[in-house]
């Protein structure tokens, strides 16, 4: 297991708590409640099954959105 650390905006961490909140209103979901550190994990492990299982859903769409932002994966 590693630990990282990353630096964001006071800004986006405002957008971000906000759409924890709302996020966190749904009890279906598949991670539980989220914070940022289990949803940074969360979008790390998509991108671990772009590589791994790229027609999964979750995969699929972490694919297009890293080619989005010009980062080829397959």
Do not use: C, F, K
């Not at 979901?29 to 671990?48: K, Q, W």
């Amino acid at each position: 297991m590693i630990r990282i650390h990353v630096e964001i905006s006071d800004d986006d961490n405002t957008l971000i708590e906000e759409a924890l909140e709302r996020m966190n209103q749904s009890e279906a979901n598949t991670h539980g409640r989220l914070d940022l550190p289990r949803l940074a994990a969360m979008l790390l492990e998509d991108v671990a099954l772009a590589v791994r299982r790229p027609g999964s859903w979750e995969g699929a769409h972490m694919i297009q959105v890293l080619e989005s932002h010009g980062y080829p994966v397959g």
